[in-house]
């Protein structure tokens, strides 16, 4: 059994409370702190956002949103009197404390994330000092950067007996790695590699690359604002010439870099194909009509 804070309170993580038809009915019972729910926003495009995250920003109280990195676009569902703060200028001690207040005052209200909560959003150092005070907390995933970038790159992580495996890393800028995770070990794996936080150091990108023995002709790609309408751009480049080419485009931010095998596999003549929809195979919800080879 649970005793956290969010579990007591019975609501979190639960269904959406009903539409709130007048901004009145948006504000918690006296002393019942309201939920603050992470919402996932998606890349940028708003239609990225999940069904459940919309509701939540139109019954929302208040939204404190990453203004930096999440599309304002997110927050048009938003309820007439809902209060809305960017958070661009704001320390986390400050963000917390704001979420309390609004807690203490709306049944709901939503922290907005960009891609995915659990992805290098400091999820966690915001939730603490709201379990700390008291205050329900609920998380609602997002499409992360790194999917909306193979989207947009009509690009699949994950080749049948090429790769099965995709890392979600960044390079060390001033957030120092762990041991043992600096790009040239993980790069050793051969997998896809989903490099976040590191358009700007894509000299180290490089460099990890080419220490775990990746060839200079190594396909690379780069999505700068993936999914957001009218802005994203896709470079493709290898190993040795990535850097020059995001430095010719001018993409200095909000960028994810991307080093798969399976990269350009669109033009390939010859694929092996996944098992499952192979004639020759048997599954549960099909027979195989031919022979195996
Ligand atoms: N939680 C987010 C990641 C936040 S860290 C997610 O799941 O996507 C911020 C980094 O994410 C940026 O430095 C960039 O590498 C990447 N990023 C965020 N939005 C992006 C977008 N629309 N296109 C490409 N990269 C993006």
Redesign the pocket.
């Known amino acids: 059994m649970s005793a956290s804070p969010a579990a007591a309170s019975g609501d979190a993580g639960g269904p959406i409370p009903p539409a709130a038809s007048a901004p009145s009915t948006l504000t918690a019972a006296p002393h019942t702190p309201g939920t603050v729910w992470f919402v996932?926003a998606g890349?940028?495009d708003p239609e990225l956002i999940t069904v459940k995250g919309r509701g939540l920003i139109e019954r929302a109280g208040a939204i404190l949103f990453a203004g930096s990195?999440v599309n304002e676009a997110a927050t048009r569902w938003a309820p007439a009197g809902c209060e809305i703060r960017d958070s661009k200028d704001m320390t986390l001690d400050e963000m917390a404390a704001w979420l309390i207040e609004q807690a203490a005052r709306h049944a709901t209200v939503v922290r907005l994330?960009?891609?995915?909560?659990?992805?290098?959003?400091a999820l966690i150092e915001l939730v603490q000092p709201l379990d700390a005070a008291g205050v329900p907390v609920a998380v609602v995933p997002?499409?992360?950067?790194?999917?909306?970038?193979a989207a947009?790159a009509v690009e699949s992580f994950t080749l049948p007996e090429l790769t099965q495996s995709v890392i979600f890393t960044?390079v060390e800028g001033r957030t120092p790695m762990p041991e043992g995770e600096d790009l040239a070990a993980l790069a050793r794996h051969r997998c896809t590699l989903c490099?976040?936080?590191?358009?700007t150091l894509l000299h180290k990108v490089e460099a990890g690359l080419r220490e775990a023995g990746w060839p200079d002709e190594a396909p690379v790609l780069v999505?700068?604002?993936?999914?957001?309408p009218g802005e994203?751009r896709i470079v493709r480049g290898t190993v040795a010439t990535i850097k020059q080419r995001c430095r010719d485009a001018g993409i200095v931010?909000?960028?994810?870099?991307i080093a798969s095998p399976t990269l350009g596999s669109r033009q390939w003549p010859e694929l092996t194909k996944s098992k499952l929809y192979d004639p020759s195979f048997t599954h549960r919800f099909r027979r195989a009509s031919v022979p195996a080879a």
């Open positions: 996932g890349p940028g990195l994330q960009t891609g995915d909560p659990a992805l290098y959003g997002g499409v992360s950067s790194a999917m909306a970038s947009a960044r490099i976040f936080l590191s358009i999505v700068h604002k993936a999914s957001w994203e931010s909000q960028a994810m870099v």
